[in-house]
């Protein structure tokens, strides 16, 4: 029986060596596979964090590229109203300040050519008088000259 007990515990002890080594296996396999899984399951995470991540900063940057387009368009054409209405509003001003000056113009002219026929007007009164003066002279002079000689006609051009 001392045999028999002791091939049995033979027996029991190889059994769960065997047990035990076939569990050790099992269990680091099964370890191993967890942290292979595991290890997979961070790199899936990872790459899709890092998609998930340059998607968002990619739409961010389409974001703000549409967002600045649309800025530039808006200030270009806010630029071209103000660019505008302060042309328009300076061609009023020079057209308005243009008519002012045609104006003063106008009447500095009518009133330099009022001036003018008045200053002429003063000149020639003393020119008329001379003038009549020197015809009343000629006249004289041609009475004396037919005074003194009888056969005397003035010339057509003596009026």
């Known amino acids: 029986s001392s045999g028999i007990n002791a091939e049995y515990g033979a027996q029991e002890h190889y059994v769960k060596t065997l047990t035990r080594n076939s569990w050790n296996a099992w269990q680091s396999n099964l370890q191993e596979k967890q942290q292979k ?7 899936y995470a990872r790459r899709l964090t890092m998609t998930v991540a340059f998607r968002a900063l990619k739409a961010a940057v389409s974001l ?3 967002l600045t387009r649309l800025s530039d ?12 209405r302060a042309w328009s509003q300076y061609t009023r001003e020079t057209l308005l300040r243009r008519a ?13 050519i009022l001036r003018s026929h008045l200053l002429n007007w ?38």
């Open 64 to 66: 703000q590229e549409t």
């Open 122 to 159: 003063r000149r020639l009164t003393p020119l008329l008088k001379r003038e009549r003066e020197g015809e009343a002279r000629k006249a004289r002079m041609r009475s004396l000259i037919a005074d003194i000689l009888p056969d005397y006609t003035p010339t057509i051009d003596d009026p």
């Open 37 to 43: 899984k595991e290890d997979q399951a961070s790199a």
């Open 73 to 84: 368009r808006h200030h270009r054409r806010v630029l071209r109203v103000h660019v505008l």
């Open 100 to 112: 002012e000056l045609e104006k003063h113009a106008a009447l500095l002219n009518t009133r330099l």
